[in-house]
């Protein structure tokens, strides 16, 4: 119900506020697509392989630090900003 409300809401907004949502959306996107990826077992895999001493909370602190990297990264190129 919630989510109705959300959407009639967005829908009888203005411009400015339509393009605000629809830019911290494609940002929650590219946060969430990098967590996925680094929570599949295999980036583990590929981190434990890179850094031989990553280990238990190690390997967390790895894939965090890659995330969070990797965010900043591809959010500041030319190419996510003009989507």
Not at 5 to 24: L, Q, R
Not at 41 to 54: C, H, K, Q
Not at 63 to 74: A, D, E, P, Q, R
Request: glycine share 4%.
């Amino acid at each position: 119900m919630d989510l109705l409300k959300a959407v009639a809401k967005v829908t009888n907004a203005d411009e400015k506020s339509k393009k605000y949502i629809v830019h911290e959306t494609k940002y929650a996107a590219l946060a969430t697509v990098l967590l996925m990826i680094f929570l599949i077992p295999w980036s583990g895999d590929l981190i434990r392989n890179t850094f031989p001493m990553a280990k238990g909370p190690m390997l967390w602190a790895y894939k965090g630090m890659f995330c969070f990297v990797l965010y900043f990264i591809i959010q500041k190129t030319e190419w996510f900003q003009n989507l």
